[in-house]
């Protein structure tokens, strides 16, 4: 272990730049997407109506058996299939991470629905409310607020897990650093270096939640 | 949507028998991990609970670590890396000598990664544990490793089975990262078929339904578990 050379580093940093900024936007658009449908599947979910509330629950339940990894083949392959022309890597990796995060958001949702107390949909109701302006202004902000700690520990996990694009070869920030590695025969000096960025970033991430949890247990 | 159906291939004799080869993998994979997990994990996850500050911080350290980089990222420094890093011997050995490569830094990276998320559940476990069985603990004159072996761990390991479920659930997922490095497990088996026979769709499809299997035969076992170590009429402090 003599001869490092972290100069190659900072030679790389315009293109590691390129490829962290994709993984950020990526991590942005699929918490957005997931969150969204997640709260959909949620609702569902807890409709009472039975076949609805099955069929988000198996979905759900499938996607949460199956790993990220064979869901991104799947979409890689599926995507312009069904739509009869390629539409890049991006949108497919897009498509992927949302209906793959969905999934857990929804579990998320569940929990953050469940935790607003019954009373006030009752109270909803008897103010004349219908099913989904009870949703809109009275159950929604709170399970968001409720859920809101627990909803960005996700998110830096999704963050953590659009490394995984590198098996279909997406350069995102962990496909960049890889491609530097080997182009350069850096393997250590990158990887490490990775590493240390992921890090700083997700950790970051959860000193900011440890601070949103104790505001709000106040 | 043009597509040529043909199930048939999955049970070619070749793509069978890849299947079945990376079922196994990923089972020995998640297996291996999940016990060394185990045991890693409950140190830590003690190791952040105990009176003594040296041993909390390191215990810290390691649960931030690991739990802040990508398994991807750990994967690979391990498999390209750690040869690198560690003297010439010992790096010679990984890269010549060391038996099955792919195959052994993928359970350590994974088993070490999983051990991070396992020692969060202890420690929540034991500090679910009531103060009051602590104070009567030392009241009875326990020293703390006593307190530990008699009170805190039998009731904190009876109370996180259900949450360690699901991270034995996320083993067997997790597991398929060991493509990245080259182990031909599940994942990595129904992509080369897909790619070799262009029937992507059953290719999937298998694997897909496999980790469904192996989700619910988990999820049997764990179920029964828990109902043979819940601890009746337990109620724990307010977290």
Redesign the interface.
Known sequence: MDDFDFGVIIQSLPFLWEGLQLSLWLTFLAIVGGIALGTLLALARLSGILPLSLLAAGYVNLIRSVPLILVIFWFYFLVPLVLGRPIGGFYSALIAFVLFEAAYYSEIMRAGIQSVRQGQVFAGKATGLNYWQIQRFVVLPQAFRNMIPILVTQGIILFQDTSLVFVVSLRDFMTASSIVARTEGRLVEMYLFAAVVYFVICFAGSLYVRRLKSRMAT | ???NWNWGVLFEEEYLGWLISGFWWTIAVALCAWCIAIVVGSLVGIGRTVPNRFIRAISGTYV??F????????M??WY??VP??VPDDWGRWMKRDMPNPEFTTAVIALALYTASRVAEQVRAGIETVPEGLNAAAKAHGLSVAQTYRHILLPISFRLIVPPLTSEF?TV??????A??IGLLEL?AQ??QI?EYTFQ??EA?TA??VI??C???VATVISQSLERYTAIPGFVGKEA
């Not at chain 2, 739990?67 to 750990?74: D, E």
């Not at chain 2, 067997?172 to 990262?177: A, E, G, P």
């Open positions: 949507m043009d597509y931030e670590l739990r802040n980089v990508p398994l991807l990222v750990q690979f420094i390209f890396a690198e890093l659930l067997f997922k997790n597991s398929s990262l493509l990245t994942t129904s992509q897909a992507g769709f999937f694997a897909t980790y469904v192996i989700a619910l």
